[in-house]
Protein backbone atom coordinates (compact mmCIF):
# COMPACT_ATOMS: atom_id res chain seq x y z
CA UNK A 1 0.00 0.00 0.00
CA UNK A 2 1.03 3.03 -0.87
CA UNK A 3 0.94 7.02 0.87
CA UNK A 4 -0.51 9.93 -0.64
CA UNK A 5 1.26 11.33 -3.63
CA UNK A 6 3.56 13.92 -3.06
CA UNK A 7 2.34 17.71 -3.71
CA UNK A 8 4.32 19.73 -5.99
CA UNK A 9 4.46 22.64 -3.48
CA UNK A 10 2.86 23.34 -0.01
CA UNK A 11 1.98 26.37 1.65
CA UNK A 12 0.65 26.68 5.30
CA UNK A 13 -0.41 29.69 7.66
CA UNK A 14 -1.79 29.10 10.65
CA UNK A 15 -5.65 30.04 10.19
CA UNK A 16 -7.62 30.09 13.82
CA UNK A 17 -4.08 32.19 14.91
CA UNK A 18 -4.24 34.80 12.77
CA UNK A 19 -8.17 35.19 13.37
CA UNK A 20 -7.42 35.49 16.68
CA UNK A 21 -4.47 38.01 16.39
CA UNK A 22 -6.78 40.11 13.79
CA UNK A 23 -9.54 40.30 16.73
CA UNK A 24 -7.07 40.96 19.64
CA UNK A 25 -5.19 43.56 17.55
CA UNK A 26 -8.69 45.23 16.54
CA UNK A 27 -10.02 44.98 20.29
CA UNK A 28 -6.54 46.67 21.33
CA UNK A 29 -6.68 49.53 18.87
CA UNK A 30 -10.07 50.28 19.74
CA UNK A 31 -9.79 50.71 23.65
CA UNK A 32 -6.59 53.03 22.62
CA UNK A 33 -9.23 55.36 20.77
CA UNK A 34 -11.25 55.58 23.03
CA UNK A 35 -9.19 56.56 25.59
CA UNK A 36 -7.69 58.50 23.61
CA UNK A 37 -10.78 60.26 22.50
CA UNK A 38 -11.79 60.51 26.60
CA UNK A 39 -8.50 61.44 28.40
CA UNK A 40 -8.64 65.39 26.78
CA UNK A 41 -12.65 65.76 29.26
CA UNK A 42 -10.53 63.87 32.05
CA UNK A 43 -8.02 66.34 34.22
CA UNK A 44 -7.22 65.56 38.01
CA UNK A 45 -6.33 68.58 40.21
CA UNK A 46 -2.30 67.06 39.81
CA UNK A 47 -2.68 65.96 35.50
CA UNK A 48 -4.36 68.10 32.84
CA UNK A 49 -4.18 65.83 29.55
CA UNK A 50 -2.97 67.64 26.44
CA UNK A 51 -3.52 66.61 22.73
CA UNK A 52 -0.08 65.36 22.87
CA UNK A 53 -0.56 62.72 25.62
CA UNK A 54 -4.07 61.83 23.44
CA UNK A 55 -1.84 61.08 20.34
CA UNK A 56 0.75 58.94 22.47
CA UNK A 57 -1.71 56.53 23.67
CA UNK A 58 -3.23 56.41 20.12
CA UNK A 59 -0.08 55.37 18.87
CA UNK A 60 0.81 52.77 22.18
CA UNK A 61 -2.66 51.24 20.64
CA UNK A 62 -1.47 51.02 17.22
CA UNK A 63 2.22 49.55 17.94
CA UNK A 64 0.30 46.90 20.50
CA UNK A 65 -1.86 46.04 17.82
CA UNK A 66 1.00 45.77 15.45
CA UNK A 67 2.66 43.50 18.17
CA UNK A 68 -0.22 41.61 18.22
CA UNK A 69 -0.53 40.61 14.49
CA UNK A 70 2.96 39.72 13.94
CA UNK A 71 2.33 36.62 16.60
CA UNK A 72 0.05 35.65 13.46
CA UNK A 73 2.96 35.91 10.95
CA UNK A 74 4.22 32.35 10.98
CA UNK A 75 4.61 30.49 7.77
CA UNK A 76 5.62 26.99 6.27
CA UNK A 77 6.48 26.89 2.36
CA UNK A 78 7.94 23.64 0.97
CA UNK A 79 8.69 21.92 -2.50
CA UNK A 80 10.78 19.25 -3.96
CA UNK A 81 14.15 20.95 -2.82
CA UNK A 82 13.33 21.96 0.80
CA UNK A 83 11.09 23.61 3.15
CA UNK A 84 11.41 27.15 4.84
CA UNK A 85 10.31 28.08 7.84
CA UNK A 86 9.12 31.59 9.48
CA UNK A 87 8.15 31.43 12.91
CA UNK A 88 7.70 34.88 14.77
CA UNK A 89 11.09 35.68 15.08
CA UNK A 90 12.89 33.09 13.48
CA UNK A 91 13.67 32.06 9.64
CA UNK A 92 14.99 28.31 8.77
CA UNK A 93 15.58 27.26 5.29
CA UNK A 94 16.47 23.47 5.51
CA UNK A 95 16.89 21.48 2.57
CA UNK A 96 14.96 17.71 2.70
CA UNK A 97 18.03 15.63 3.15
CA UNK A 98 18.94 17.81 6.53
CA UNK A 99 15.57 16.61 7.90
CA UNK A 100 15.20 13.33 9.22
CA UNK A 101 11.64 13.48 10.31
CA UNK A 102 8.21 15.81 10.39
CA UNK A 103 6.43 14.62 13.46
CA UNK A 104 3.61 16.26 15.14
CA UNK A 105 2.61 14.82 19.00
CA UNK A 106 -0.98 14.55 20.16
CA UNK A 107 -0.02 16.25 22.92
CA UNK A 108 1.92 19.07 21.16
CA UNK A 109 0.54 22.51 19.72
CA UNK A 110 2.07 22.45 16.49
CA UNK A 111 4.30 20.43 13.96
CA UNK A 112 8.07 20.07 14.29
CA UNK A 113 10.85 18.71 12.08
CA UNK A 114 13.49 16.48 13.51
CA UNK A 115 17.03 17.16 11.62
CA UNK A 116 19.70 14.77 11.60
CA UNK A 117 21.89 16.42 13.55
CA UNK A 118 19.41 15.76 16.33
CA UNK A 119 18.13 19.05 16.84
CA UNK A 120 13.82 20.10 16.39
CA UNK A 121 12.61 22.88 14.59
CA UNK A 122 9.24 23.89 15.40
CA UNK A 123 6.46 24.68 13.15
CA UNK A 124 4.26 27.13 14.19
CA UNK A 125 2.39 27.33 11.15
CA UNK A 126 0.87 24.00 11.23
CA UNK A 127 -0.81 24.37 14.49
CA UNK A 128 -3.38 21.75 16.22
CA UNK A 129 -5.70 24.22 16.89
CA UNK A 130 -6.32 24.11 12.72
CA UNK A 131 -7.38 20.33 13.31
CA UNK A 132 -8.05 18.55 9.91
CA UNK A 133 -6.28 21.60 7.82
CA UNK A 134 -2.93 20.61 9.96
CA UNK A 135 -3.17 17.10 9.58
CA UNK A 136 -3.42 17.44 6.23
CA UNK A 137 -0.21 19.83 6.01
CA UNK A 138 1.42 17.15 7.86
CA UNK A 139 0.68 14.55 5.70
CA UNK A 140 1.69 16.97 2.76
CA UNK A 141 5.25 17.75 4.87
CA UNK A 142 5.61 13.91 5.17
CA UNK A 143 4.96 13.40 1.20
CA UNK A 144 7.42 15.72 0.01
CA UNK A 145 10.08 14.13 2.30
CA UNK A 146 9.44 11.05 1.35
CA UNK A 147 9.56 12.19 -1.75
CA UNK A 148 13.11 13.82 -1.64
CA UNK A 149 14.45 10.55 0.55
CA UNK A 150 13.21 7.57 -2.12
CA UNK A 151 15.34 9.97 -4.99
CA UNK A 152 19.09 10.42 -2.81
CA UNK A 153 20.98 7.25 -1.80
CA UNK A 154 23.40 8.86 -0.03
CA UNK A 155 23.41 9.50 3.35
CA UNK A 156 22.37 13.26 4.24
CA UNK A 157 25.47 15.72 5.47
CA UNK A 158 26.17 16.69 8.85
CA UNK A 159 24.39 20.53 9.47
CA UNK A 160 27.16 21.45 11.97
CA UNK A 161 30.11 19.39 11.12
CA UNK A 162 32.30 18.90 14.11
Known sequence: MTGPAAPSSLSVVPRRMRLLCAVAAAVVVVVAIVVAVSLKSSSTGVVAFRTVDQIAIFGLGVALGAAILALGRSRVDADADGVRIRNILVHH??????????SFA????WATLQL????EVAVLAVQ???????????????ALHAAKR???????PLLYPE
Open 150 to 156: AQDSVPP
Open 128 to 142: AADKERAVRAVEALR
Open 93 to 102: ELPWTAVRAV
Open 116 to 119: ENDD
Open 106 to 109: RTSS
